[in-house]
């Protein structure tokens, strides 16, 4: 039995090593992904709930890995905030999304704002508001054109000095979302101090908001609260028009999910866009 315990702490420790020794790899291997530019955004509408008009798009990044082709952004996410491989990528992923809205507002595109994700440690960087004030300089965004999303928990962690952070934002003319609201652990008092304009509902509450009478009054709930305090709602994870019709029903203002579209190359997105506007 000892040497079976000696063998098992033997393997335990050798795939300790390789899952350390994968780990670093893949570091690398992202860091040259930002560098040589595998990186890619892909659109997702966002529209209007009373006429199903594109009224913006939320950016979402992926990877094409010339190897493993094209990985989800849940698969390096996280190690990009473990490594502050973040700070670049958030700058790239910034960047290109304003980039392409500036060619699509040249284009007379039907589209009015574009989402970017901020991960919390964009949040707490120095250097974020002059990033963004430069970007929005650059590419001559106007007030209410860039949005960025933060998660309820990324608001909350820090909160005197986040809140700083996005009240500075705001009067850059950033329109702020809380993303995946209702996960996280915020007291309504930081609602109310929150200087944020649209949150999102989690798609874990939309999901089954047709046969769980729970979700569905947590989100008729959150609706009410946003209502109350002057916020505009946006529900995620929109797949089925049973969801629409109840979203619709409680005055959430925009809805997002593959009911409409899901998220796609810039080009195939355009498309879509002009479809839902006339459809
Ligand atoms: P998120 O910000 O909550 O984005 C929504 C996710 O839900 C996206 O996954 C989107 O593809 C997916 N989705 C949208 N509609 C539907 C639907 O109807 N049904 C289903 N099943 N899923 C839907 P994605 O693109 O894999 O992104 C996952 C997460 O990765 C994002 O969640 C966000 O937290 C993070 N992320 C993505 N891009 C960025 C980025 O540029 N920066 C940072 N910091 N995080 C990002
Ligand atoms: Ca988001
Ligand atoms: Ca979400
Ligand atoms: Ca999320």
Request: proline share 4%; net charge negative; glycine share 6%.
């Amino acid at each position: 039995a000892k040497s079976q315990g000696r063998n098992n702490l033997q393997f335990f420790t050798a795939a300790m090593n390789a899952a350390a020794t994968e780990r670093m790899a893949m570091e690398l291997e992202l860091r040259q992904a930002i560098e040589t530019g595998q990186l890619e955004l892909h659109y997702q509408p966002q529209v209007c709930t009373h006429n199903g008009a594109a009224c913006g798009v939320e950016a979402l990044v992926r990877w094409r890995h010339p190897q493993r082709g094209l990985i989800s952004p849940l698969a390096f996410i996280p190690l990009a905030e473990e490594t502050g491989l973040i700070e670049p990528l958030g700058a790239w992923v910034l960047e290109e999304a304003c980039r392409q809205f500036a060619i699509w507002r040249a284009e007379d595109a039907p589209i009015l704002r574009i989402a970017v994700n901020l991960s919390a440690q964009q949040l707490r960087s120095p250097g974020l508001l002059a990033q963004v004030e430069d970007v929005m300089a650059r590419y001559q965004l106007i007030p209410g054109e860039l949005e960025l999303e933060v998660t309820e928990s990324e608001a909350m962690s820090d909160p005197e000095r986040s809140f700083d952070t996005l009240r500075a934002l705001r009067d850059l003319g950033v329109q702020l979302a809380i993303d995946d609201f209702g996960t996280g652990y915020s007291s309504l008092s930081y609602l109310k101090q929150l200087p944020v304009q649209i949150l999102k509902i989690d798609r874990s509450f939309v999901k089954d908001i047709e046969t769980d009478e729970n979700d569905a009054s947590i989100c008729a709930s959150i609706l009410a609260l946003a209502h109350s305090q002057g916020l505009k709602v946006v529900a995620e994870g929109v797949e089925t028009m049973a969801q629409r019709e109840f979203l619709a029903a409680h005055a959430c203002e925009y809805l997002q999910g593959y009911l409409f579209a899901k998220p796609e190359p810039a080009e195939v997105c355009l498309g879509r866009l002009r479809e839902l506007s006339i459809a």
